[in-house]
Antibody, heavy 120, light 108 residues
Framework: EVQLLESGGGLVQPGGSLRLSCAASGFTFSSYAMSWVRQAPGKGLEWVSTISGSGGGAYYADSVKGRFTISRDNSKNTLYLQMNSLRAEDTAIYFC?????????????WGQGTLVTVSS | EIVLTQSPGTLSLSPGERATLSCRASQSVSSNYLAWYQQKPGQAPGLLIYGASSRATGIPDRFSGSGSGTDFTLTISRLEPEDFAVYYCQQYGSSPRTFGQGTKVEVK
């Protein structure tokens, strides 16, 4: 079955760190760019970061640049998001998502999400 | 950054009725790289339409997308009970990829 499964969310204090994981199965993981998209409670969707299939290119939203690092391990079919210097406004459900193709970068596959809460 | 504005914020309709959702961009969307997603409570979004008018795999033909440049529309020809949800548009032709704020389609 083609699926994405996130893990690693939880409660963290402001200024703290957390690493999210996204395990992929059912498709050739290394062939696809992958992204993180977040959704604050009761709010809309916000693109956070994207990494190319090879891992050679990474892109970030201005709101997380310098604090978050996206990475991937194609041998383990796993995507990561290292989140440092967390702020209250980073509280959200974090989804991992797959680019549909190299020529069409809509998100055609989503995980179920993992909740990150930043609070003292 | 391209800002997407969706209207209306909420659409109150009955099953069987036609739904028309609008997405307007602050500048032209490159190559009509515009997608529509459906999100139900407690679930992840799901891709409905990509490239402004192409249906994603498994999406019924009552869903259709149209438009170009700065004005895009998602039409649901006849609402089924399972279609009541929040719908988001997204542009992916320019970085950063941005989403609209969403339109909620609710039961009248």
């Amino acid at each position: 079955e083609v699926q994405l499964l996130e893990s690693g969310g939880g409660l963290v204090q402001p200024g703290g760190s957390l690493r999210l994981s996204c395990a992929a199965s059912g498709f050739t993981f290394s062939s696809y760019a992958m992204s993180w998209v977040r959704q604050a409670p009761g709010k809309g969707l916000e693109w956070v970061s994207t990494i190319s299939g090879s891992g050679g290119g990474a892109y970030y939203a201005d709101s997380v640049k310098g604090r978050f690092t996206i990475s991937r391990d194609n041998s383990k079919n796993t995507l990561y998001l290292q989140m440092n210097s967390l702020r209250a406004e980073d509280t959200a459900i974090y989804f991992c998502a797959r680019d549909r193709s190299p020529s069409d970068r809509s998100f055609d596959l989503w995980g179920q999400g993992t909740l990150v809460t930043v609070s003292s | 950054e391209i800002v997407l504005t969706q209207s209306p914020g909420t659409l109150s309709l009955s099953p069987g009725e036609r739904a028309t959702l609008s997405c307007r961009a602050s500048q032209s969307v490159s190559s009509n790289y515009l997608a529509w997603y459906q999100q139900k409570p407690g679930q992840a979004p799901g891709l409905l339409i990509y490239g402004a008018s192409s249906r994603a795999t498994g999406i019924p033909d009552r869903f259709s997308g149209s438009g170009s440049g700065t004005d895009f529309t998602l039409t649901i020809s006849r609402l089924e009970p399972e279609d009541f949800a929040v719908y988001y548009c997204q542009q992916y032709g320019s970085s950063p990829r941005t989403f609209g704020q969403g339109t909620k389609v609710e039961v009248k």
